[in-house]
């Protein structure tokens, strides 16, 4: 089993900045990619921004010079530094790695933290 713990959420004024953490923690032998995603009432969710083992990064366009999506392999651990935050950034904000549990294992498995919100006032 593996485990997502976020924080980093809150309520911050439009122009404002927050950072979540997402700390990945279990039986986990490596972790190939991280990522953000977000949901907001009444829209699907969707891919916020994406961190791979060699480093490339991936940034929804409504984000893009705004969000940096950074990890710490060491600590298993991804982050999102959100600045100049806007109303429509407002949303549950999810933690998602993919992982492979062991050495003998080829496969990648998906995990999902509980979510974090984030509300960003005009």
């Known amino acids: 089993q593996v485990q997502l713990v976020e924080s980093g959420g809150g309520l911050v004024q439009a122009g404002g900045s927050l950072r979540l953490s997402c700390v990945a923690s279990?039986?986990?032998?490596?972790?190939?990619?991280m990522g953000w995603y977000r949901q907001a009432p009444g829209k699907q969710r969707e891919l916020v921004a994406a961190v791979i083992s060699g480093g490339s990064t991936n940034y929804a366009d409504s984000v893009k010079g705004r969000f940096t999506i950074s990890r710490d392999n060491a600590k298993n651990t991804v982050y999102l530094q959100m600045n100049s935050l806007k109303p429509e950034d407002t949303a549950v904000y999810y933690c998602?790695?993919?992982?492979?549990?062991?050495?003998?294992?080829?496969?990648?498995?998906?995990?999902w933290g509980q979510g974090t919100q984030v509300t960003v006032s005009a």
């Open positions: 279990g039986r986990i032998f490596s972790i190939n990619a």
């Open positions: 998602n790695v993919q992982y492979t549990p062991s050495v003998w294992s080829s496969s990648n498995f998906p995990a």
